[in-house]
């Protein structure tokens, strides 16, 4: 089996997973009044999950690119920044210093500008504050919209 | 002629100036290669919820009105699309630009934009309430079946492949699902506190639009190209005036098609864009010159993106079915307003749906001014080095979607979805047709279970759904609509398989 094969493979065995549990849920929870639309909606959902599974497996899914290692490489560190200010940071930190940590963190991890030079590092920082500084403007000061705090803003 | 009498609440100095920034912002996030429409729309919903209804109604048709016609703004500048309504113009535009001919390029594309985009809100004002009074006749299993008709025509007709695209449909119809049944009093597929409540749209529509394309700047590394633009040497506007008025064929075509192509759910304008370009070739007597540099090919491709854009919210406003992504974000912002588009929209919210139908009327013009006098200024913006863009439209959605109820679950709910989606689309499937099972959801939900109470006290359920006139010939469309798609795939598929065997066959020889 070719390695484009299996990657539609993977994604199909999920997709029909949870086309299963939705399907499994809808036809056993009760009231069954409640669960009348999803009923419905469960049985084409698992059909072509399945048939879309089966496509995947005789190789005719072609859709869609996949990933490579390239990529994988490229977008680990983002997602983790994202990752960690979403479910950690903005809370622990603060609201405003989580983002600006993640927005300073994104732009020096991707900057393709050597990181070796004081300039541009000083360069990130001050587009990070302007632009964290419109932020704040528009969301705390503007719409008033009370963000968590953490150990900072 | 009604609309008329609703043109003050234009003019309000609140309503002008979000005409105005959404007219401008739309221009330069349009312009903005990697922003789409779609995500720009998305993105300026949190910010309706603190303005009137017509106010943030006002605010997202600017944008959408002008995030179309900026996307040209690097398509001929740059030759990057900023938007995928915007790749026909590239063919030509590009080529202009680079032969020293970037402002004369930009003046026709936002004149026929302007042309084509006043001439479909036109199409809006007059075709609507008509409509609107037909589908007075509708009942709980015909309004069902529309809901369906509209995710299987997105599902179908906006993706590659159109299992993957039903799927999606399904999906999102599920996620519609999650939460407390109001009627019954029971929680439904609640896995976790965060999902209490259900999935609001917002947040959702967020994470599925914007942090797909976040994840895809990621994806390109640090090592991005840099991109040059081309200077623009000034040019008279009264010649592009001139040029366009002689250019007859060509804007007729574009705005033509635009306009159907804009009436039927789910096309959207990247179609519109490249049908009327070919159209104008084929009836071109100089249509060898298009491709390189043909003024005519701007000219069509660009009123018929904008001439869609009018049209498209016809049946959003009528049927609660979008005409194209933008039109269904657009469904959202008007649902976490209170108002459920349909037969009666006219009669229940008259001052809000014709102030924001005057609203872009008066956009078009704003358009075409702005457009002319920044379109080289957006350009530098376009220029914007990925990674900001990247963690600027990140900070953005996670404060967006956590301004919407104050709430950590949606910001969550919202990285989910939207990394979900990026893995999704991955392997072939799409963000259109998940948010309009989302959307398209509750309605459907609710007009099933109406429709099941009324089947059980008349003839049962088969009898109720499946019979009657209109109900089997809305059966039969969502039947063409997946038929139609199963066998442009197979065509598509027929196509691929036969340009490889010639490639197979010549590798073969040499």
Known sequence: ?153 | MEFLGFFGGVFEPVSLMLLFGGTVGGLILGATPGLSPTMAVALLIPFTFHLSPTQGLILLGAAYTSTVAGGAVSAILLKIPGAPANIATALDGNAMAKRGEGARALQLSFLSSGVGGVIGVLLLIFLTPVLAEWALKFGPSHLFWIAILGVTVIGSLDSKSFVKGLLSGCIGLWLSQIGYDEIQGTERFIFTDALTGGIHIIPALIGLFAIPQVMEMFAKGRNQAVIDTIDVPRYAIFDSIRELIQSMRALSIGTVIGSVIGLIPGVGGQIAGLVAYDQSRKFSPKRDEFGKGHPEGVIAAESANNAMVGPSLVPLLTLSIPGSPTAAVLLGGLLIHGIFPGSDIFDKHPEVVWTFINSMLLGQILMVVFGLYTAAWAARIAKAPVPIMAAGVLVLAVFGSYSVQQSMGDVHIMLVLGIGMFVLEKFGFSAAPLVLGLILGPIAGDYFTNGSMIAAAQDGPWVYFFTGELNIVLIALVIASIAYSFWSNMLSGKKEKSVDAVAASEEAKA
């Open chain 1, 1 to 153: 089996m070719n390695s484009a094969r299996l990657q539609h493979i993977i994604p199909g065995l999920v997709v029909f997973g949870l086309a299963a549990i939705v399907t499994w849920l809808s036809f056993t929870q009760q009231p069954a009044e409640s669960f009348l639309f999803p009923r419905v909606i469960s049985i084409a959902f698992i059909g072509l999950a399945t048939w879309n599974l089966i496509r995947a497996a005789a190789g005719l899914a072609k859709v869609g690119s996949g990933f490579d290692a390239t990529m994988v490489r490229n977008i680990a560190p983002g997602l983790i920044v994202m990752l960690m200010t979403v479910f950690w940071a903005a809370k622990a930190l603060g609201f405003y210093t989580a983002s600006s940590l993640a927005f300073f963190a994104i732009y020096s991890i991707y900057d393709p500008v050597p990181l070796s030079s004081t300039k541009d590092w000083i360069k990130r920082l001050i587009i990070t504050a302007l632009f964290m500084g419109v932020i704040y403007g528009l969301f705390a000061l503007l719409l008033q919209v009370q963000t968590p705090r953490g150990i900072l803003l």
